[in-house]
């Protein structure tokens, strides 16, 4: 009987209405986050893909150039040049002819050059070598003395011995 009499007082409707309202809004809530956060992402997204384009087109434009410098040397490295002259007056042909002499003589020297300028490093090492060298060649040279004298007493003494 109790729960027949006991209807539903209007605040505590309104109550229910109020709570039923809150999570409606909650949930549009939740749905707009939830749509502003894919929006963002999506926002991003293209502007870091448009980001990337450019650099890409950036660097297409840069190879670009290359290999069109690329076809410019090659024609460049083709094209025979022993054909053309140098616009050199008449007077300075002498010295030219000179220049080019004392070129070419460079050059065949250059590997020599170059050896000499490699082994400056070990100039140091090569004296005293030097300097050892030159020491036994003396310890030599004095007891070839010795022995010189040595074989012209013996011969002294062979002369003696034989006079006699």
């Known amino acids: 009987t109790l729960d027949l009499t006991c209807r539903r007082a209007p605040c505590f409707a309104k109550f229910a209405e109020m709570e039923e309202m809150v999570k409606m809004e909650a949930e549009i809530n939740e749905v707009q986050l939830l749509l502003l956060s894919v929006t963002i992402g999506s926002t991003l997204q293209f502007y870091f893909i448009g980001e990337k384009c450019e650099i890409l087109q950036d660097m297409n434009r840069h190879l670009e150039a290359i290999l069109k410098e690329k076809r410019d040397l090659r024609k460049r490295l083709i094209k025979q040049r022993c054909q053309e002259s140098l616009p050199v007056e008449a007077t ?5 002819v000179e220049l080019l002499t004392e070129a070419v003589t ?14 400056i490093p070990q100039i140091p090492h090569m004296m005293n070598n ?19 004298e040595q074989i012209l007493k013996w011969e002294e003494l062979q002369k003696e011995v034989y006079s006699n």
Do not use: A, G, P
């Not at 300075?92 to 030219?96: G, L, N, T, V």
């Open 92 to 96: 300075y042909h002498k010295s030219i």
């Open 130 to 148: 030097m300097d050892t060298t030159l020491s036994k060649t003396e310890v030599l040279m004095i007891e070839l003395e010795e022995l010189t």
């Open 106 to 119: 460079f050059i065949e020297k250059l590997e020599s050059h170059l050896q000499s300028v490699r082994s």
